[in-house]
């Protein structure tokens, strides 16, 4: 069997309006000779992000998509980092910037609205062609986070970042997870300048062309960037830019790295825009996120390693536990938030709804094959998982800005990048690097980067020779946390053991707090952006 076998194929993408594949032959939907590597932790994508935008000149384009942007986030920690002087200075020096940012809801509801105006306002006025964009679903949003640079003349640096990390506060975290000192507001548990776990992909080869492809198709939507009457008075009185200028043609994807044999699959979420009538790429809305997972899920038979900020729902639970009944081998391990983001009633208790279910389902039809595990620093604050990662028997790997729940396969506007690299039969290089070098992390074990991917590679195995194999993984990660959890329950005294992994209770919630949340979690925390054909047949 081939790597490829495990991705979708053209007609599996389910999107016949989509040019995304259209420069591949036949079935073929994805990209070879890449080169991609995960930076793990926000500042380490936010340091080399500044230095890629500082590097660029006259010429270069820079096309961006965000969820959330802080006009003020320093992208190194010093003055003159910040995302708004960084991306204006580009523009004001010749550089093609051109951004699509989500407008967002209300700030009552824990969104974003005034500081992504902001962001969009300022860009503006400095001459950034940035835009709010508003075409989602009632209660959907823009979760796309994506950079595209491409450098005029120089086609070999062309790079693009996609990933769970927004420009924005409280990204900004490393290793040591004391969290970003620009911070957001969040649940009392996590302190006045929360621990942030993130991994960003940077993508170098012909698969840049597919990032930009994902930009422009959105980009070059007709329509109306918002049908809010409210919002468009806004805009107008603002004098808000408010229509997309035309884009230069796109140049031909970038040259292949020397040696590089990434195999990349963008995956997509676009939901069903007024029924069919809009998102002219994505006629009825793509799901080739759900698609992709579900198909490689059912192709794994001895580990599938999870790590989201969420992890919802009876429709994911389903997928995960057929594949548990029909693998008794199989093994799920997933990291999650130890605590939401948000606390209160109607924002804590619905993601436990979600988060109960799924994980309840999985557990009782798998039981001691599924664990599942949150973080804490070494200080003893929990952290904030808010990768979307997944690594499939060291074969297929993402990195995205979907998460695991119906929203995001169904609802919200998202992008993954897939990896599988056959430089290896059994497995993936990348995927098993992935996987051990976050695991690494959470079990406290170090492994020295001083060396080439090839030196890299042996050190990480051998710091990590008890985690390669499925049920070896497995147990270190119990051992690790139930030493960390006894040492919590013994007062803390003596030495800390060392890891960061804490076991997860499942959600125990009483029946009236099921019975009060079910419709605010249907509705607004996990919406169903499926054809009403597909719902009825519960089909993606």
Known sequence: ??????????????????????????????????????????????????????????GDIVYFTDWQGDADEQLTGAPGSEVLTVLAAADERGVDVRGLIWRSHTEMLNFNAKANRLLGRQLQSRGAEALLDMRVRTGGSHHQKLVVIRYRGRPEHDVAYGGGIDLCHSRRDDARHLGDPQALAMASEYGDTPPWHDVQAAITGPAVHDAETVFRERWLDPTALTRHPIYWAQDKIRRMDMTPNPLPEQAPPPPSPEGATHVVQLLRTYPNLRHGRDYPFARGGERSVARGYTKAISRTRNLIYIEDQYLWGHEVGDVLTRALNANPDLHVVAVLPLFTDQDGLLARVPQLLGRGQAIRQMMEAAPGRVAIYGL???????????????????????????????????????????????????????????????????????VDTRHDDTRHDETL????????????????????????????????????????????????????????????YRLLHDPDGRPADLKRNRDI
């Not at 032959?25 to 932790?41: D, K, M, Q, Y």
């Not at 979907?402 to 430089?423: G, I, K, L, Q």
Request: proline share 6%.
């Open 1 to 58: 069997m081939q790597h490829t076998d495990w991705l979708l194929a053209h007609s599996e993408r389910g999107n016949a309006q989509t040019v995304l594949d259209d420069r591949h032959e036949g079935e073929i939907a994805w990209s070879t000779g890449n080169e991609v590597r995960p930076l793990i932790h926000g500042a380490t994508y936010f340091a080399e992000l500044y230095e890629r935008l500082q590097e660029t000149e006259e």
């Open 461 to 520: 195995l051998a710091t990590m020779a008890d985690c390669v194999a499925a049920p070896d993984f497995f147990a270190a990660f119990e051992e690790s946390a139930d030493r960390l959890d006894a040492w919590h329950a013994n007062g803390c005294l003596g030495p800390r053991p060392p890891g960061r992994l804490r076991r997860q209770p499942t959600p125990d919630l009483s029946w009236w707090q099921r019975l009060a949340v079910q419709i605010p």
């Open 376 to 446: 804490e620093n070494h200080e003893g604050t929990p952290i904030y998982v808010h990768a979307k990662v997944c690594v499939m028997d060291d074969i297929w790997a993402t990195v995205g800005s979907d998460n695991f729940n119906r929203r995001s396969w169904t609802h919200d506007s998202e992008v993954s990048a897939v990896v599988v690299d056959p430089s290896a039969d059994d497995h993936s290089p990348y995927a098993r690097r992935l996987r051990l070098t976050l695991a690494a992390e959470h079990l406290d074990r170090v």
